[in-house]
């Protein structure tokens, strides 16, 4: 059993039933022993049933002017507990106050199982130079994503390809070959610019970044997810919508923060379902970068906005957890269906999701106010 360090410091007359840490007894002769072990048995059995443990064995000595009673606990609280029980009031530690206050707060609930079934509907093309383990990665990735949005959405994803490099070259010579609206020049500015992954229609890029050492299992496995919900968008509302000619412009699909948004929250969702991250972590690091950032939702409907806003993608995924607050998360694809149709996004954002673009961003600066 572990060992822990608790400093209780009491009174130093009997310690009476009814007495607690927080109102000790007023200062008199030195505790005895056999005070001291009542001051420790009494705080201990105030809490019992809330904490769920049982006192086996308490024992005591003196340590220079205080006394080391040691309480061995059996049940949830199993252990050895160390209560230093002194004349002179002083603050308790932590695990003191824990105690005092109730009890530590319950274990988290076990993760669920990652999904079965069939995964991403995909072919590849990797460059010599990505390792298996590389490569086992990118498709664990995409194939939770696939999972998750078929449990969660009720939706496959479009049979799509995928291109993995490391080496620069190789993947501009792939990627200008196989997007023919881009020259090897547009190509490489793309790439050498530093981006990480990329989605466009049935297919999607992962680059030299992708592969940098420093990232977690966990981000590179939300990256290949990420980029497989946007096959969905560019399925349903079609490769022009979600493109820009400039900075400034709102792409014909809605505000750059909606795509990316809801592309994060699904596969944030999934790789919490797969097993790898738990949802309050997940959702605490939403609320903790969006409360360090000022930037409003409204100047983040484009890619200025993302480009220079640190850390914005956080942002853009608690925004897209409010819109689905209380509504299904299959708006999201009657959403990019009504764009697909020729829908202008204001109107279909206001006919989906019940309120007017205006209304929301408003609704969203008032509720991040709230964090």
Known sequence: MKAVALALLLGATAFAATASPSQPAPQAQALTKR????AVRTVLN????????????????????????????????SGTARWLVARTPAPANALA????AGCPPPAPPPL??????????????????????????????????????RSALGRELPPFRVWAYRDLDALVAAYAQNEPTFSLDQARRLWEGGQVAHATTRKVWFGPSYFLPGRSEAELLRIAAHEAFHLFQYELAGARALGVSGLDEIPVAG?????EGTAKYFADLA??????????????????????????????ATLRGQRETANPYEVY?????????????????????????GVAWRDAFASTFGRSIDAFVAEFEAYRRTL
């Open 271 to 300: 790789i919490v379902r797969e097993g790898v991250l738990r949802l309050e972590d997940v959702r605490g690091e939403w609320i903790r970068r969006t409360k360090v950032n000022t930037t409003s939702l409204a100047d983040l």
């Open 112 to 149: 669920p199982p990652p999904l079965t079934g069939p995964g991403a509907p995909a072919t590849f093309v990797y460059g010599a130079e990505i390792s298996a383990v590389e490569r086992a990665r990118v498709e664990r990735g995409l194939n939770a994503g696939a999972r998750y949005y």
């Open 255 to 259: 505000p750059w923060w909606i795509s």
């Open 97 to 100: 106050r824990t105690i005092s």
């Open 35 to 38: 005070q001291a072990i009542a």
């Open 317 to 341: 995924t608690l925004a897209t957890e409010l819109l689905l607050r209380d509504r299904s998360p299959t708006l999201v694809f009657a959403y990019y269906e009504a764009i697909g149709r």
């Open 46 to 77: 105030a809490h019992r049933i809330d904490c769920g443990h049982r006192l086996v064995r308490i024992s005591a000595r003196r340590s220079g002017v205080r006394w080391r009673v040691d309480a061995v606990l059996g049940g949830a609280l």
